[in-house]
């Protein structure tokens, strides 16, 4: 097995290409060890010293390191990623859970619903393609008053260039299409 890795613009994530699907469908962010339990390979990488999160999209698995330097992390992190493909079990064990890997609460007025699906349309086919090229996501989270709410996740999580994705890219496709939309903030 060949995994490959790309840097994200974040420079404590690191993202791994194993060459098979990861999640066959929704994303999963998982922030602490805790978290890890609904997923062997997660628990796996958060038994590495120095990892800190770990988020899985469709084809890649990217790693956010609380310390250290990546060329002692890395080898630890493939291994890891290794031994779970090699071992045959389930990348997630709770098959129940959102499949999205989101909370579902997202909020706006009833009234915005048309708005709202139009985002959600954008962020779909236009947004979260290039944040995954990234090793991240960004998903909805609510809409109120001229101001859109996103969820970041994966590498976009504490990325040093995530404010500027979100004011001077997001934001300025949702104002070019949707006049309403003032402003985006991270939740």
């Not at 999160?53 to 493939?78: M, R």
């Not at 994966?154 to 979100?166: D, I, M, R």
Request: glycine share 10%.
């Amino acid at each position: 097995m060949f995994i490959q890795t790309e840097a994200t613009p974040n420079p404590a994530t690191l993202k791994f290409l194993p060459g098979r699907v990861v999640m066959a469908q929704g994303t999963l962010d998982l922030r602490d060890g805790e978290q890890a339990q609904k997923s062997p390979l997660a628990e796996r990488l958060f038994a590495v010293d120095g990892v800190a999160a770990v988020f899985f999209g469709h084809d890649f698995v990217t790693v956010t390191k609380s310390g250290g330097e990546w060329q002692h992390l890395k080898p630890a992190i493939l291994g890891a990623i290794m031994e779970h493909y090699q071992s045959g079990a389930p990348i997630v064990v709770d098959e129940h859970r959102d499949a999205a890997g989101e909370d579902g609460d997202e909020f706006f007025d009833e009234k915005d619903a048309g708005l709202v699906e139009t985002i959600k349309d954008l962020l779909e086919t236009r947004v979260r393609p290039a944040v995954a090229g990234d090793g991240g996501d960004i998903t909805f989270a609510g809409y109120r008053d001229g101001v859109v709410y996103l969820s970041m996740k994966g590498s976009c999580a504490g990325c040093p260039s995530s404010t500027a994705t979100l004011k001077h890219g997001i934001e300025n496709l949702f104002r070019h299409f949707l006049p309403d939309v003032r402003e985006v903030e991270a939740v």
